[in-house]
């Protein structure tokens, strides 16, 4: 139960963060691209590589700090850098199969997800 609340609270410091950075994003910049999460993505992905490699290095940490600040932020401000770690391991694993899979499979199907969500209303 206690790294429920772990989580809980990273996520809604994550989302918040998120939220105020596209916010901010958004009236400084006008253009078509996506660029507020775009950025907030390669954030998100370049902290949760910081984090895992400072908890790799570090294996004695209270083991709720990792769910407060990797699943929990990280996971709050963008899953797009959990989708990334994941892809990473695979590469790093030799699952180039699966890599592939992953990365197109979840890219595809998660604009067809929203494209079906959208036409059911």
């Not at 609270?9 to 910049?29: D, E, H, I, K, N």
């Not at 709050?76 to 694993?93: D, H, R, W």
Request: net charge positive.
């Amino acid at each position: 139960m206690k790294g429920i609340v772990f989580v809980a609270f990273g996520g809604a410091v994550g989302s918040v963060m998120r939220y105020l950075l596209g916010m901010v994003g958004g009236q400084l910049y006008k253009g078509i691209f996506p660029l507020a999460t775009f950025l907030i993505n390669f954030l998100g992905c370049v902290g949760i590589g910081l984090l895992l490699g400072y908890f790799g290095k570090n294996e004695g940490l209270n083991p709720h700090l990792k769910l407060l600040l990797i699943t929990g932020f990280c996971g709050g401000f963008t899953t797009f850098s959990t989708f990334a770690s994941e892809n990473v391991q695979l590469m790093e694993q030799g699952n180039y199969g699966m890599l592939m899979v992953n990365v197109v499979g979840s890219v595809l199907l998660g604009m067809g997800g929203v494209l079906l969500g959208i036409r059911m209303v």
